[in-house]
């Protein structure tokens, strides 16, 4: 029964990297089909939507199985935890990754508006920060991960400097409200990818070290600011 046990949680890391891999490459598909207007590459993403839903399927019944089955403690405990909520962002972002690339094929023009304002300053951003969440699970590192999390403050002010952007050139030229309202969602979804990376590396810390860490402050480096003042108090 031990032997089943750790093996089901063999499969089930493998399969949580096998769907953040695929994800991976939804982000960078819908990611270039934006910044190119390439439609082919949109169908794919959209055509590939339903593989990344029964892949999350797949992982949750298999974590609701090993519960049920097993009694698994510290260690164990964490990974089954940290695995649900981790397959739970990647879901998301695969949604997320869909409805960019149905910009792409529903208001092409949105295209040509989205490199006259420069979106993929945000776009190359986001798609570092979920690689990196990614590796930093892949290698067990939460070292990278830590390092991961002051970028979610800098994606938002990103956000905010290219959705006043989109409005002004809205508002000079009204034939634009169309596409432009198109691509603000694309905008929000870019940024919301970017709250999922910041939890996938939340989990990761949790997952290395048992320490949670959402809603904590964080400076550049990725060192936690509450704990260092409390460390400091202590001495």
Do not use: W
Request: proline share 2%; aromatic share 4%.
């Amino acid at each position: 029964m031990h032997r089943s046990f750790e093996e089901d949680l063999d499969k089930l890391r493998t399969r949580l990297i096998r769907m953040g891999s695929l994800v991976e490459e939804q982000v960078e598909f819908a990611l270039r089909a934006l910044r190119e207007g390439n439609q082919e590459l949109a169908k794919i993403v959209i055509d590939r939507d339903d593989k990344v839903d029964k892949l999350d399927l797949k992982i949750d019944k298999q974590c609701q199985r090993i519960f049920a089955l097993n009694q698994p403690v510290a260690s164990d405990l964490r990974l089954l935890l940290a695995a649900v909520k981790i397959n739970n962002e990647l879901e998301r972002i695969g949604d997320q990754a869909t409805n960019i690339a149905s910009i792409v094929l529903t208001t092409p023009n949105a295209v040509q508006l989205a490199n006259q304002i420069d979106v993929h300053r945000i776009s190359q951003a986001v798609y570092t920060m979920l690689k990196s969440s990614l590796d930093a699970f892949i290698n067990n590192d939460p070292e990278l991960a830590a390092h991961i999390l002051p970028s979610d403050s800098n994606i938002d002010s990103l956000y905010e400097v290219l959705r006043n952007e989109l409005i002004a050139a809205m508002k000079d030229d009204v034939a634009l409200v169309s596409d432009g309202a198109q691509l603000l969602l694309g905008l929000y979804d870019l940024e919301r990818m970017a709250d999922h990376a910041t939890n996938i590396a939340e989990n990761v810390i949790f997952l290395a070290e048992a320490k949670l860490v959402r809603h904590r402050a964080v400076n550049e480096e990725g060192i936690d600011v509450i704990r260092t003042i409390q460390e400091r108090d202590n001495d």
